[in-house]
């Protein structure tokens, strides 16, 4: 096990958590408009060169977090460019993340089934 590796995936992942706590803490930004800017981050980011050397030194600790899904989208486009031309900007991002996109709805499926849902008892 390279052991330098592992840190700096912990490192990586672990500042772009605090990044985004930073930013609900100090801005009026909402989880999920903090969750689309990871996202739009990580295409704008692989786009211009920048994410890829992130990806290679950090390993899953730049590709698990949200923004990673980002830069796994922008990849898929431009090897679906490259392969199907003009078509691959629209299957292109769908095509790249379609294992993790089908492992999250299999095991949203599985936990739903094993799982007794309760319902929310509003604050009064």
């Known amino acids: 096990m390279d052991w330098i590796k592992l840190l700096n995936a912990f490192w990586v992942g672990g500042l772009f958590c605090v990044i985004a706590q ?13 969750m689309v800017s990871y996202v739009m981050a990580g295409v704008i980011l692989t786009a211009m060169g920048i994410y890829e050397p992130i990806v290679n030194f950090a390993g899953n600790g730049a590709t698990t977090p ?4 980002g830069y796994t989208l922008a990849k898929g486009v431009a090897k679906a460019i490259d392969e199907k031309g ?3 900007i629209l299957t292109g991002g769908v095509m790249g993340a379609a294992g993790g996109i089908s492992a999250a709805v299999f095991f949203g499926l599985l936990f739903s089934l094993l799982c007794k849902p309760k319902a929310k ?4």
């Open 86 to 88: 003009f078509i691959g």
């Open 22 to 34: 930073l930013l609900i803490d100090y801005t009026k930004m909402t989880p999920a408009r903090i």
């Open 66 to 69: 949200i923004i990673g899904f």
């Open 121 to 124: 008892n509003p604050k009064r």
